[in-house]
């Protein structure tokens, strides 16, 4: 599938892609955007403005409870000027329109309006693949070669398999037999055995590991307990033996290579005494720890229970599957005190107006999960995007360290801290195959020899 725009995942760089060009601006708040000539979708439909418009306000309506609504809300209305074009409104002037525009991928209005849940399941597209085979029953992704696609970036392969393999050690030895070219997360222990027969890499991203707290209730409404968890933490330990150095213990929102980067006013590393002084102060003795159970920081979750034991706490510990943690937290603020899962909003763009949206903004998480949204912070929060959005520059860049300060004293989830992403591929068989910093895989432009 294609937005107007795309965004490399390798290099980061913003290209037109259902778009003839990038966004050509009209004025302060209009752009326009002319559609690539002669594009179809791979049901064989031809694409017209009004296909474009419906799949903006179909992101955009609030009853559909899109997240990515929260990255477009300087939007204000999307509209066919011609046959061929599109005009794009907006309600102030924000720098980053080519890029957030990636975030939308058109689709066919006739389709959807057809069967919504059937296009869900097997969605179309106007992208180099189309995918023939969803792996709900056969555990395994497959797409097939556009021939229809008359874009810059056309497949270079008749067809691509994505096994669906959660296992590390199934994973690691589908690559060493061979079986796959490529996989991510590839854990920490498999990299130096894989890199005798395959390429690895290492990529610092933003992708993070986070704890997440129910500040709507006690005992995390108080804010002195959440600092103190934060402050008890071995980040030392958890980066270099949980993580086997492929993480760096967060000191800001956003980690150190960040364009954005400041430090924030609170800093959690190495502060145990600290922990132990709040919670002396607040009588906190007990929690419950809710975790998500992604191999990748399989190791990590012992050091954090041990960590808040070692503060004076007793630990009521819990392990889900994660869309079983949310489904039991969501609207359910009975249900836990700490939540620590993993996280990656760079996979859709890396600048921090972005990144700090998702979470500190859309309902999904402040309200039904976090349970902070109205607190002072929160609003301060909110007040403090909308100022960014509107700015450019160091003053942008100001508003967004402001937030960094905020939610590294409010911590109503906070990175504990960002990963490297590990990955693991067969370099003689698959050509132009670059490693990328966000979570998953790029085949963009590569070749295999398969």
């Known amino acids: 599938m294609e937005g107007l725009t795309e965004l490399n995942p390798a290099t980061r760089e913003i290209y037109a892609a259902l778009g003839a060009e990038l966004p050509t601006q009209v004025d302060e708040t209009t752009y326009e955007v002319k559609l690539r000539d002669g594009a179809v979708f791979t049901d064989g439909t031809a694409v017209t403005p009004e296909d474009v418009v419906f799949s903006f306000e179909r992101v955009l309506n609030p009853e559909n409870q899109s997240l990515f609504a929260s990255f477009i809300p300087f939007i204000d209305s999307v509209t066919k000027k011609d046959d061929t074009t599109v005009t794009i409104t907006l309600k102030y002037a924000f720098s980053l329109v080519a890029e957030r525009l990636s975030v939308v991928k058109i689709v066919p209005k006739a389709a959807v309006d057809a069967d919504a849940k059937a296009f869900d399941m097997n969605p179309v597209g106007t992208g180099p693949w189309k995918m023939t085979d969803n792996g709900a029953s056969s555990q395994q992704v497959v797409f097939e070669r556009n021939d229809a696609y008359n874009g810059a970036h056309p497949a270079k392969a008749k067809s691509m398999t994505w096994q669906i393999i959660p296992d590390d050690s199934t994973r690691t030895n589908a690559l060493s037999s061979s079986t796959v070219q490529a996989i991510d997360t590839v854990p920490a222990a498999n990299l130096a055995t894989l890199a005798e027969t395959k390429s690895v890499a290492a ?248």
């Open 203 to 450: 990529k610092q991203g933003f992708g993070l590991l986070f704890a997440m707290f129910n500040t709507g209730s006690a005992p995390m409404n108080d804010v002195k307990n959440r600092q103190a968890v934060m402050y008890a933490l071995d980040y030392d330990k958890i980066c270099k033996v949980g993580m086997a150095d492929l993480a760096t213990p967060a000191t800001s929102f956003v980690q150190k290579e960040h364009p954005s980067y400041n430090a924030a006013k609170i800093q959690y590393p190495g502060q145990m005494e600290k922990a132990k002084e709040l919670l002396a102060e607040t009588g906190l003795k007990s929690v419950r720890l809710l975790a998500s159970d992604h191999g990748w920081f399989a190791s990590v979750r012992p050091i954090i229970k041990e960590s808040l034991e070692a503060a004076g706490l007793t630990v009521a510990y819990e392990e889900k599957k994660s869309a079983d943690v949310y489904g039991t937290i969501d609207g359910n603020p009975a249900a836990f005190d700490i939540v620590v899962a993993p996280g990656d909003p760079s996979v859709f763009g890396d600048d921090a107006d972005l990144l700090l949206r998702w979470w500190y903004s859309t309902d999904t998480w402040t309200d039904s999960r976090m349970h902070w949204k109205g607190q002072e912070s929160y609003n301060q929060v909110q007040e403090l995007l909308d100022t960014a959005a509107k700015a450019t520059g160091e003053e942008q860049k100001k508003a967004w360290f402001e937030i960094y300060d905020v939610v590294s004293e409010a911590v109503p989830l906070y990175p504990i801290f960002h990963r490297k992403s590990p990955t693991a591929y067969d370099a003689e068989t698959l050509q132009g195959f670059q490693p990328i910093a966000v979570t998953g895989l790029s085949f963009i432009d590569v070749a295999s020899t398969k």
